[in-house]
């Protein structure tokens, strides 16, 4: 996977993140575990890309 196929993943899953963050009382974009189960779910996606991404780019120094 190259650099830029990480990143467009990672990318909209922030974006889908932060319009479910907008829309949904239950969840505290700022608490992670205080989320829906859907805004957990968008949550632990968006960490996991982040993660791969963040690492793929630490390990290319």
């Not at 830029?4 to 932060?18: V, W």
């Amino acid at each position: 996977m190259t650099e830029d196929s990480r990143y467009t993943p990672y990318m909209q899953a922030s974006a889908k993140l932060r319009v479910h963050d907008a829309d949904c009382t239950a969840c505290q974009p700022n608490e992670p575990e205080q989320r829906c189960e859907s805004g957990a779910g968008l949550y632990e996606r968006f960490a996991r890309l982040q993660n791969v991404y963040l690492q793929r780019l630490k390990d290319r120094t």
